[in-house]
């Protein structure tokens, strides 16, 4: 499947065959009601879901609008990577795989994953990037307490991208492995199913708004990195009059070159997969991206979220780490939530936009996991 002229499968042919059956078992089982029904029962006693809209009072007085906050930091495990987590671990399961892969930059991903297969008993590796172990060993710790495998990630620059290459090298060459990709990436049919298990973001949201408001938001920001939580919330408002703003790493500024924002140098290339834009240099190569946030640390963008920008739907930006760091405090002093650096970004974007709206103009933020992962940073 494509999305525009973006996506595809961009994969050798023996992956091509093991994708083709994980595509038709997800078509399958997303109809089956008895499948829906047990995701359902686990978002609901195992993560916790629905998550709290929360109105950001304090915020709101500060900026001058109405902000809300969609609070997945509150799901267990502290973001919205386990509703994708769980849901492909329960496919995985149905198909039969004994052991699971995944990668993961923050650690988010790979603490969800461990805690899912944990609960169902299943093998697990995580990918990680050497220079991630180190930033992020607090999540590290939770994955060993967990009982999932981690495999030291050496090569390039030791982050996101690398792990993600050592991961599909795996997948491809073990046939009992299922791969469970944590970002709207990678091959078809990975963006469709993480859009799929995380959409419950979005859905959530525009029921909550309209029970508090009575109306839809005027905005909808969130962070990108690969871009799940944010697929997640948009794919809810995209055929609404709503403004939705899709934030990138800016690192230490676009013009130094040592950032994230795969958007900002305009060039369509072939990552991990799939067609879409990436940070590449003249002949093709793919530059390391750079951010403060481990999980905003990568050289592109889901292949959907591409397609919208390519088509105007949603205005794609960036923010820098100082931006980040200072929207870290605030958010932290003003409303007593300790948002992760990912999430930052998001909330940074409020300054930038605040002048373009009123004080009865309502904003939402995807607060897409929580912050106690990066105080040492």
Same mark, same amino acid.
């Given at each position: ?26 078509? %399958? ?9 047990? $995701? ?17 009072? *304090?915020? =709101?007085? $500060? ?7 969609? #609070? %997945? ?42 805690? !899912? ?12 990037? $050497? ?32 792990? !993600?290459? %050592?991961?599909?090298? $795996? ?27 995380? #959409? ?28 799940? *939580? ?5 794919? =809810? ?49 793919i530059n390391d991206a750079y951010s403060i946030s481990a999980g905003l640390d990568y050289p592109g963008i889901g292949p959907e979220h591409a397609y919208f920008h390519s088509v105007d739907r949603v205005k794609y930006d960036s923010i820098t780490d100082e931006e980040?760091? *200072? ?7 003003? %409303?007593?939530i300790i948002p992760a650096l990912e999430s930052s970004h998001a909330v940074a974007y409020l300054e930038k936009i605040k002048d373009k709206y009123n004080e009865d103009d309502i904003l939402v933020v995807c607060l897409s996991g929580r912050g106690d992962k990066d105080?040492? *940073?």
């Amino acid at each position: 499947m494509n999305y525009g002229t973006f996506g595809g499968q961009y994969v050798p042919q023996q992956l091509k065959k093991k994708l083709s059956k994980i595509s038709d078992s997800f078509n %399958e089982l997303k109809k089956d009601e008895q499948f829906n029904k047990e $995701y359902k029962k686990y978002l609901k006693d195992f993560i916790g879901r629905p998550t709290p809209l929360y109105f950001a009072s *304090n915020l =709101s007085e $500060y900026l001058g609008i109405k902000v809300y906050l969609k #609070r %997945e930091d509150l799901n267990h495990t502290g973001s919205h990577k386990i509703n994708n987590a769980l849901g492909q671990v329960l496919l995985a399961k149905r198909m039969g795989f004994t052991h699971i892969i995944c990668e993961t930059g923050a650690g988010q991903h790979g603490v969800a994953t461990a805690t !899912v297969c944990a609960l169902f008993n299943i093998k697990c590796t995580v990918f990680m990037g $050497y220079k991630d172990i180190v930033r992020q060993k607090v999540n590290v710790e939770k994955i060993k307490m967990l009982g999932a495998n981690i495999c030291e990630v050496r090569s390039g620059e030791g982050t996101l991208k690398e792990a !993600v290459d %050592e991961a599909f090298e $795996y997948f491809i060459s073990h046939e009992e492995v299922y791969y469970l990709i944590g970002s709207a990436v990678g091959p078809y049919p990975y963006p469709e199913m993480v859009k799929y298990f995380q #959409r419950v973001i979005g859905d959530e949201t525009k029921e909550q708004i309209l029970v508090k408001e009575k109306k839809l938001p005027n905005g909808v920001i969130a962070c990108i990195g690969g871009g799940s *939580n944010s697929i997640g919330v948009f794919t =809810s408002f995209i055929n609404d009059d709503v403004d939705i703003y899709g934030i990138e790493g800016a690192g230490l500024g676009l013009q130094t070159g040592m950032h994230a924002s795969a958007i900002y140098n305009n060039t369509i290339g072939v990552l991990h997969g799939m067609k879409t834009y990436t940070m590449q240099d003249d002949k093709g190569n793919i530059n390391d991206a750079y951010s403060i946030s481990a999980g905003l640390d990568y050289p592109g963008i889901g292949p959907e979220h591409a397609y919208f920008h390519s088509v105007d739907r949603v205005k794609y930006d960036s923010i820098t780490d100082e931006e980040a760091v *200072n929207a870290f405090k605030l958010l932290t002093n003003l %409303e007593g939530i300790i948002p992760a650096l990912e999430s930052s970004h998001a909330v940074a974007y409020l300054e930038k936009i605040k002048d373009k709206y009123n004080e009865d103009d309502i904003l939402v933020v995807c607060l897409s996991g929580r912050g106690d992962k990066d105080l040492d *940073n």
